[in-house]
């Protein structure tokens, strides 16, 4: 398949252990952010997302935790699995929801 | 329910030619966003359609521009390539919001990938 980014960090990972990503965002007036999983050869796909006025959110196996005072933004995966490996990257929007600014991405290998 | 399209997958150009870029979003969906996707700068967003009426610009030249026709289809079209212009194009389709909306989600296609020689 295609290579989304050539240069990303990487994160390997033990499939059955739990995966953490970072974000680090630049806007501290950014109002709403989104994880997105982009595996190879594909677009996109929202993961889940949080408002600026949380700091903790919880999907189906996934948590998402917001750190303004460092303009920090993490994903947790539990129980990591094979089909989680893609490549993950954030985005912080602002401007009244119009603005949005997207991170480089990591990607993310898990080993069976 | 099919998903975004986009046509074609692959393209090769070479400098100074320009391309036209297609995308089908979801049935129903009014508004459609174009991103421009490179190793070293990531994700970036180009512009947005709603209506047929572009509502957001991102940063880019004039050579980038766009249309949206009333069945909500979109083009995009590149004039006067450059080597950097090479890049994998997405577009994006969602209901109806402008911007970005916890409510309503943005669906991704699988991208054009644009080589420019």
């Known amino acids: 398949g295609e290579s989304v980014g050539l240069h990303l960090p990487t994160l390997s990972v033990q499939e059955g252990d739990n995966s953490i990503i970072n974000c680090a965002y630049s806007?501290?007036?950014?109002?709403?952010f989104i994880w997105y999983k982009q595996e190879s050869g594909k677009g996109p796909q929202f993961i889940i997302d949080i408002r600026s006025n949380m700091d903790k959110r919880q999907g189906q196996r996934v948590t998402v935790l917001l750190n303004k005072t460092v303009k920090h933004l993490s994903l947790q995966i539990a129980a990591t699995q094979p089909g989680d490996s893609a490549v993950y990257f954030c985005?912080?929007?602002?401007?009244?929801?119009?603005?949005?600014?997207f991170g480089i991405g990591t990607k993310l290998q898990v080993i069976p | 329910k099919a998903g975004v399209t986009q046509t074609p997958r692959y393209l090769i150009k070479t400098r100074g030619q320009q391309v036209t870029l297609s995308c089908s979003p979801i049935?129903?969906?009014?508004?459609v966003s174009w991103y421009q996707q490179t190793p070293g700068q990531g994700l970036q967003f180009l512009f947005e359609?709603?209506?047929?009426?572009?509502?957001n610009k991102g940063n880019f030249p004039g050579r980038f521009s766009g249309r949206q026709f009333s069945n909500s289809r979109s083009e995009m079209n590149v004039s006067t390539l450059e080597l950097g212009d090479s890049a994998l194009y997405l577009c994006?389709?969602?209901?109806?919001?402008?911007?970005?909306?916890?409510?309503?989600?943005?669906?991704f296609g699988p991208g054009t990938r644009l080589t420019v020689l």
């Open positions: 994006a389709s969602s209901l109806l919001a402008s911007g970005f909306s916890s409510t309503d989600t943005q669906y």
């Open positions: 985005a912080e929007i602002s401007g009244g929801y119009q603005k949005v600014t």
């Open positions: 049935s129903g969906h009014r508004s």
């Open positions: 359609y709603f209506s047929e009426t572009q509502r």
């Open positions: 806007n501290s007036a950014s109002d709403y």
